[in-house]
């Protein structure tokens, strides 16, 4: 079995980085995933901002994390909202693996619609465009991409 | 009224009319001349003048994009020549509830006496009968909280709770057939209301056959956009006496937010910000989810009156699908009906104050053919989805 195919839409909307977000956006182009970490409290959080929400340090800045992470939640998308960016495709919301309380919303790229589930494991990969880098993410597994959900082993809730 | 310590409100804060415009899909009627017929209707219903009116409040305020205002308070200040010592309208409080729980609040602290309260829709035109999120479709670049969900084609809210609503099945087993009874729900009650706008009776198979557009949604756990409005008037209680309703009281509100106003970062993904502020509002009231009548919970979409349902307390966490079952306890024949005008999946998106306004319809029993026969003396209310919430709790208790 081979990896399911991913072909990019023709256009994404493109984020508008703030000053904080920059980092998220271009840290592709060195094939990192930075997320803000606080230096105080050590914790990661997300989106980035200027201050740790838990602790109000500002000691805050961007880090590269592994990119490996888990599925929480997912849809499957239908409904054609752009022209350039035609259904189906599956919006996720990922917990990275170095502190699963830190989720980003991404897409699940080369997966089949009949493979993605709660619990699946994936890792980034970036979508050059312009000036930023999406960072969406594929099943760390390439059997895994591939194979129904309800045949692979069942994932307990977290 | 509540002795609670906790009350807020001590039975000052009472809803003295209500009123509803015209409400339909491509009804050739600008925002403000809707609202402005909703407005006068409630002002009418309380026993007022517009010259009584002191107070004026309405979510979300003007300037935005997609019709998702009619009209803003200002503009209908200027246009019924309102003379006020209050008034507001922002998006940025508790919900589309948010103003007229500050509107309760400046009644009671005595500082105006009749608040015009208003919430006005004119998506349908605005939209040229396409999505609000078809409104985004031509921006190129995502700035703030759309930086995090435009670039991955998932502009519109349906996605964002389709999130919620797959972890949730995930976890406690809910299925589409559970999830069915919002909108079968809703319909049925549309079909006994002449102001609703989707009357046609619709089955489990017409919903199962549904087209899905954000899985596990299909189109119709998504509510319909529309143009009209709906107003009430917040009236100080003592100065109500003369005026022709027995005013529904205010018992008490919530607008907690405890925890990061985002989509994706609350840490339990199984509930909403509609589980804080229930909580906050609760505390208010001797009254208890036993003592409800009917239930007025937004429908924007349906996996939403399910987080308001259990955040309610109607139900343990996680049994909202065995709870809307088979949809016998929801009907307006049974123990607990749900949306009784039918809800913003078939009446029509006026996002928020129509369960206000339905709620004191049927406690003032005028609902007409839809009238729940009991006795309807408390009624829950409560409006938004994800991080933004807002609640309730109104009586015919004096």
Sequence with gaps: MSEQLYVPPELRVLPDPSMESKAFWTGGAEGQLLIYRCRACTQFFHPPAPVCFRCRSTNVGPEAVSGRATVATYSINRHPWYPSFPPPYIVAIVEIDEQPDVRLTTNIVGCSMEAIHVGMQVEVLFEHCDDVWIPLFKPSDPYAAIESASTSNETSPA | ?398
């Design chain 2, 1 to 398: 009224m509540s002795n609670n310590d906790n009350n807020l409100l001590h039975g000052k804060a009472v809803v003295s009319g209500v009123g509803q415009s015209q409400v339909g899909r491509g009804i050739g009627r600008s925002g403000i001349d809707l609202t402005a017929e909703a407005c006068l209707r409630a002002i009418a219903d309380a026993g007022l003048t517009p010259d009584d009116i002191d107070g004026l409040a309405t979510y979300p305020g003007g300037n935005f994009v997609g019709g998702f205002s009619g009209a803003s308070s200002v503009e209908i200040h200027d246009v019924l020549g309102l003379k006020t010592k209050w008034h507001l309208g922002t998006g940025e409080t508790g919900g589309q509830l948010g103003p007229i729980m500050d509107a309760c609040i400046a009644v009671a602290s005595g500082r105006v006496e009749h608040v015009l309260c208003f919430r006005s829709v004119w998506e349908y035109s605005a939209q040229q009968g396409l999505s609000r999120a078809s409104t985004y479709a031509n921006v190129t670049r995502a700035d703030r909280f759309r930086e995090w969900t435009s670039p991955y084609g998932a502009p519109s809210a349906s996605t964002w709770i389709a999130l919620y609503a797959q972890r949730y099945m995930h976890e406690f087993g809910l299925t589409r057939e559970q999830l069915a009874q919002i909108a079968l729900t809703c319909r049925a009650n549309a079909v006994l209301n002449p102001n609703a706008v989707y009357r046609a009776p619709m089955s489990m198979d017409d919903y199962l056959n549904a087209r899905m557009i954000s899985e596990p949604l299909c189109l119709f756990d998504c509510d319909v956009p529309c143009d009209g409005a709906v107003a009430v008037i917040i009236s100080r209680k003592e100065a109500t006496a003369g005026l022709p309703r027995h005013g529904v009281t205010v018992e008490a509100i919530g607008a907690s937010l405890l925890q990061r106003h985002t989509w994706d970062q609350r840490i339990d993904l199984t509930t909403m910000a509609a589980h804080d502020c229930t909580q906050e509002m609760w505390k208010q009231t001797s009254l208890k989810p036993a003592d409800v009548d009917i239930m007025e919970l937004y429908d924007g979409f349906s996996y939403l009156t399910l987080q308001w349902i259990e955040a309610f307390g109607f139900c343990e966490h996680g049994e909202a699908g065995r709870f809307v079952e088979g949809g016998e306890r929801i009907a307006l024949t049974g123990q607990l009906p749900l949306n009784t005008q039918g809800g913003q999946l078939s009446g029509g998106r006026l996002h928020g104050l129509g369960f206000l306004h339905e709620a004191c319809v049927q406690m003032w029993r005028e609902g007409g053919d839809r009238q729940v026969a009991k006795d309807v003396e408390v009624a829950a209310v409560g409006a938004g989805g994800g991080p933004v919430a807002g609640c309730m709790l109104v009586s015919l208790r004096a």
